[in-house]
């Protein structure tokens, strides 16, 4: 019973993905999942909390995942410039392939009021862990906090927007349009992002 | 039984805030607010779905209200020019004396990870219901997104510097070193704010 389970994760991930969505959420249990899956409910509670965690795979690793991405970085990037190569390099890594994955993902977050809370908390965790990687860097307090924050909000709008679109634009390109009109917005230049701008 | 109750709102507000403090939001039954308030759980029910509702009283009139705040603006305003003004009178009007209750009640939520969900999704309607206004006001889809979201992300993170804080600060003032910290980033000037910022 104790046996190792080679992917035994992914599979109840993949699983618990299948069966939220044909059933929903409420009312898939976890020895449901498990089964799927192929294993033991013990083995599932090996991996995960409850149901709703497996939507959250992972993210105990933000923050370790975090100060590896800044450990790469460009030493002398700004603030806003290192968070832009972070998230355009997470977008071209981390996220290359999974959009299908992340709209039903998505799909099954949107059914339930709990899992889109328990969303907006893991943003909350991951903006933490920028606002400590460039406090780090020796940003202070307040602008750190800040950044984290705007950070997270760009790349999610960014996010929502690659999902919802019809086509498969690459999520790199619909960030950079994010990443302009933060920029034209706070400048104040006017509503639409400036191809050029000089200062 | 149905008769008019004066505050009972706030009534119920205050006992639940009180109970929920002294021993604890999981420990507190709707029969005790109730009590403590001098009501009966029947008038608590017209008034709040559930106790945790309690905590997050006023929120349906949130899109009104930041509507009606809009209507009131100067019209030439830029669109984060238009957020400043909007988020300083915010300060000096709703926050003007509440810190000490907002102080009570942030305690309880930060004691409960559902309740802190709850608190992010509310800020999230306040954040579209931003976005909303400013799309009104002609701004693209994609700004008033981003904005409607920085403009809580400052306000936010200005009321948890305002509530830390041992000293009573002016919120406001609060506000408008996050406002300035904001600038800063997005123009890459440095990792603080200038006093004077000269393009």
Do not use: N
């Not at 959420?25 to 709703?52: C, N, Q, S």
């Not at 998230?87 to 009021?113: K, P, W, Y």
């Amino acid at each position: 019973m104790t046996r190792w389970e080679p992917g035994a994760r992914e599979r109840l991930e993949r699983a618990a993905l299948e069966l939220f969505a044909q059933q929903g959420f409420a009312e898939t249990t976890v020895p449901e999942i498990a089964a799927r899956a192929g294993l033991t409910t013990r083995t599932f509670f090996r991996h995960y909390a409850d149901k709703r965690e497996v939507l959250f795979a992972g993210d105990d690793e933000i923050p370790s995942r975090i100060a590896a991405l800044m450990a790469d970085a460009p030493p002398d990037l700004k603030p806003m410039a290192l968070i832009a190569w972070g998230l355009h390099t997470t977008a071209d890594t981390a996220f290359a392939g999974q959009r299908e994955h992340m709209r039903a993902r998505r799909a099954v977050i949107q059914t339930d009021a709990g899992l889109g809370e328990r969303e907006l908390r893991k943003q909350v965790t991951l903006a933490h862990a920028i606002a400590g990687a460039l406090r780090d860097r020796g940003l202070d307090e307040l602008s750190a906090t800040l950044a984290g924050k705007i950070a997270i909000t760009v790349f999610s709008t960014a996010i929502q927007r690659w999902l919802d679109d019809d086509r498969e634009r690459p999520l790199g390109d619909i960030l950079g349009e994010g990443l302009d009109a933060l920029k034209t917005l706070a400048r104040e230049e006017g509503a639409r992002p400036p191809s050029e701008t000089v200062c």
